[in-house]
């Protein structure tokens, strides 16, 4: 006879599999442990947002071109992994490109041509789509500004 496992085992294993299986969308995110709110990425948005500032005011291109390209990976999350918020009818990925693509293109280029007037321009740009998307989304009362100093004692910038 074949070796079998007793009854109960194989029910177990089988809802085991059966729920491992259940929400495979939401797999990667288990095995990984943590999946940060969009608060938190936000919070983690806001303070790339301010070293991107001080990056430019130092012409510090190379940290501010990794501040960029940070921000990019940050909005990449959050579409990611929160494809809809709260009470938001529009898909958080859509509103995410709708409201940044473009200055941060614009960054970009003003970063590789370190241009110091087309960055603070483009700058201020990113600051207000920031905030129109919070507008937008009812979370308006989140106020994104150009940070008036530097809160990173123990970063050269
Ligand atoms: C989808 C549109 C959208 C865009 C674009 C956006 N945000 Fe937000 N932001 C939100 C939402 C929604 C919340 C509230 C999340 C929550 O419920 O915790 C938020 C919250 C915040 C908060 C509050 C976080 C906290 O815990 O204090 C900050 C700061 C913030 N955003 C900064 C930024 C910055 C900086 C940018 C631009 C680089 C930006 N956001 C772009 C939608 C957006």
Not at 62 to 73: F, I, M, R
Not at 85 to 94: A, G
Not at 105 to 112: G, K, S, Y
Request: negative net charge; hydrophobic residues 45%.
């Amino acid at each position: 006879m074949r070796a079998t496992l007793p009854k109960p085992f194989t029910a177990l294993i089988l809802a085991a599999l059966l729920g491992a299986c259940a929400h495979p969308e939401r797999h990667g995110q288990e095995i990984a442990g943590f999946v940060p709110g969009l608060g938190e990425i936000m919070a983690q948005t806001a303070t790339r947002h301010a070293k991107l500032w001080f990056a430019g005011q130092a012409q510090n291109w190379d940290l501010a071109a990794y501040e960029v390209d940070e921000l990019h990976e940050g909005i990449e999350d959050a579409g990611k992994y929160h494809p809809t918020h709260k009470q938001i009818r529009q898909p958080i990925p859509d509103l995410l490109a709708l409201y940044l693509d473009q200055p941060l293109a614009e960054l970009d280029q003003a970063v590789t041509a370190k241009n110091q007037q087309a960055f603070i321009a483009n700058y201020d740009k990113l600051t207000a789509a920031c905030n129109a998307c919070h507008q937008a989304t009812e979370f308006g009362f989140n106020v994104v500004v150009r940070p008036s100093f530097n809160p990173f004692a123990n970063q050269a910038f």
